[in-house]
């Protein structure tokens, strides 16, 4: 995203969630706030009956819905680690790279002993608070830091909030390393590897070079990489799973699961009647800092 503006893929991000909630029978992911979050662009879109109807539809959704599975999966699957985590004692809650995330509204009242930490570029965060505004005061267990990923480090920006270094920290970092250099992804996980405590966590989503992709999978990886360019907010970071996993390893983590596209269809979307699936273009992952 460029200095001076909000970053449009989390708009579109919102968008997809409130679209999901709004339409979908059985949400994998219910974000009654996605709606608000999204831009007046974005709501005007949604409330037009026959796009959404068309939007919503089998074929589309064979199609485009892969990019729906991709979103809404992805925070249902790190909210359902991180409710593991709270309930195994750790009272630190990371956002890397918030964006319009809206768990502070959903459940931040639900975990009073939770800190929680949203970590983001000061434009998206500027966006975000006003957005808050309509709801009245923040939790108080909830504090913002900004950051420019590609020239802070997250060890630095969190030295200067409330994060308690010693103790675990659960780290959600979703829908960014996309949109990162894989030098800057590899960097800041070294970064956090390096400073938290042994037990804490780390849940990501990356992406798969398109080239180790077949058919519609090959396709639509690399529309959305066009999609992204007319954003402005181009797709530029892509791992090999095996040589990840080396590195992070090297780094001392623990790779407590990775999960495909394929995977995370037949956890989360299984058998269902709107088609909607996870792409194959990227998978889930689940590190946790070793106990030596």
């Known amino acids: 995203m460029k200095a001076g503006r909000a970053s449009k893929t989390a708009l579109a991000a919102a968008a997809i969630r409130a679209n999901h909630y709004l339409n979908a029978i059985n949400p994998v992911f219910s974000d009654p706030f996605a709606l608000d979050m999204t831009s007046t662009e974005w709501r005007k879109l949604l409330s037009?009956?026959?796009?959404?109807?068309?939007?919503?539809?089998?074929?589309?959704?064979?199609?485009?819905?892969?990019?729906?599975?991709?979103?809404?999966?992805?925070?249902?699957?790190?909210?359902?680690?991180?409710?593991?985590?709270?309930?195994n004692g750790i009272e630190q809650y990371i956002l890397v790279g918030a964006g319009l995330d809206s768990f502070i509204l959903r459940l931040a009242n639900l975990y009073p002993n939770l800190r929680i930490f949203e970590v983001d570029h000061p434009d998206t965060q500027k966006l975000k608070l006003h957005k808050l505004?309509?709801?009245?005061?923040?939790?108080?267990?909830?504090?913002?830091?900004?950051?420019?990923?590609?020239?802070?480090?997250?060890?630095?920006?969190?030295?200067?909030?409330?994060?308690?270094?010693?103790?675990?920290?659960?780290?959600?970092?979703?829908?960014?390393?996309?949109y990162l250099q894989p030098e800057t992804t590899l960097a800041t996980l070294k970064n956090i590897a390096d400073f938290v405590v042994d037990g804490s966590e780390v849940v990501l989503d990356y992406s798969v070079d398109y080239r180790n992709l077949l058919g519609i999978e090959r396709i639509g990886s690399m529309l959305l990489s066009r999609f992204t360019q007319l954003l402005k907010e181009p797709l530029i970071g892509a791992f090999l799973p095996e040589h990840l996993h080396q590195s992070l390893e090297n780094m001392g983590y623990e790779v407590v699961e990775d999960l495909t596209g394929l995977e995370i269809s037949q956890r989360y979307f299984e058998k269902r009647p709107d088609y909607i699936r996870h792409t194959h273009a990227t998978?889930?992952?689940?590190?946790?800092k070793n106990k030596y």
């Open 283 to 288: 998978h889930m992952l689940h590190l946790r």
């Open 133 to 178: 505004q309509k709801y009245g005061n923040v939790p108080k267990n909830v504090e913002f830091v900004c950051i420019d990923f590609e020239k802070e480090s997250l060890s630095d920006a969190l030295s200067r909030s409330a994060y308690d270094k010693n103790k675990a920290g659960f780290y959600s970092w979703l829908g960014t390393t996309h």
């Open 48 to 87: 037009n009956q026959t796009f959404t109807r068309l939007f919503n539809s089998a074929p589309v959704n064979r199609t485009f819905g892969k990019l729906t599975g991709q979103v809404v999966a992805r925070s249902r699957y790190s909210e359902d680690l991180l409710k593991q985590a709270i309930e």
